[in-house]
């Protein structure tokens, strides 16, 4: 079973990816494990790819393809395995299928866990960090037994710059400009399965888990 997890930032793809694995004994792969692997591995490709990052340029897609193809070929694998952060953008899929197509593979299921702009902006704003330990919380669903202070280490609790509403929002808007039409590639492929991210995270994974099947 071959899964794509898509879902603007914010929306719980992660979370839910990581539970996926879990149940159905699949490795979760997304591509930022893959590149620090390979690059603290000294692989081939991980060397390619450490080139382009430290010069602040995008990894290409045919590398990352290829990273990806290395990644899924070994043996934990041969079951399976949920996408994580890959594909972005529509060439970036088309490089995708090409490869596997050749190795006669197919995607099975691309889940979208929808959860509107509004809703996300509210969920990553509320988001506080530790400034020492890095311990994470939420002032809605996890608040801190004191107000701004870390319950593990007594340190400040601030809003991390990525988790500003400004902030989110230009992320927002660079997801659906790249990655909203993954929205209709993968429809048209009719294996487009979306469900209702607003819900509460178990009541998300079970609408997967009936999508998917036990």
Do not use: W
Request: proline fraction near 5%.
């Amino acid at each position: 079973m071959k899964i794509i997890m898509l879902g603007a930032p914010g929306a719980g793809k992660g979370t839910q990816a990581k539970m996926i694995a879990e149940k159905y004994m699949i490795p979760h792969i997304s591509t930022g494990d893959i590149f620090r692997a390979n690059i603290k591995e000294g692989t081939e490709l991980g060397k390619q790819a450490k080139e382009y990052m430290d010069k602040g340029q995008l990894v290409p897609d045919s590398l990352t393809v290829n990273l990806l193809l290395d990644r899924v070929a070994k043996d934990d694998c041969k079951n399976g395995y949920v996408l994580d952060g890959f594909p972005r953008t529509i060439p970036q899929a088309e490089v995708l299928d090409e490869a596997l197509s050749k190795l006669g593979e197919n995607i099975d299921y691309a889940i979208d866990v929808d959860v509107p702009d509004e809703n996300i902006i509210n969920r990553m704003s509320g988001r506080r960090a530790c400034v020492t330990c890095g311990a994470t919380y939420h002032l809605k669903h996890i608040p801190p037994k004191k107000e701004g202070i870390c319950d593990k280490c007594g340190s400040e609790l601030i809003l991390r710059d990525d988790d500003k509403p400004e902030t989110v929002k230009k992320r927002l808007d660079v997801y659906h400009e790249q990655t909203q039409p993954l929205i209709d590639y993968y429809t048209n492929k009719g294996i487009l399965k979306t469900v209702d991210g607003t819900k509460d995270m178990l009541e998300v994974f079970g609408d997967i888990v009936s999508i998917l099947g036990n």
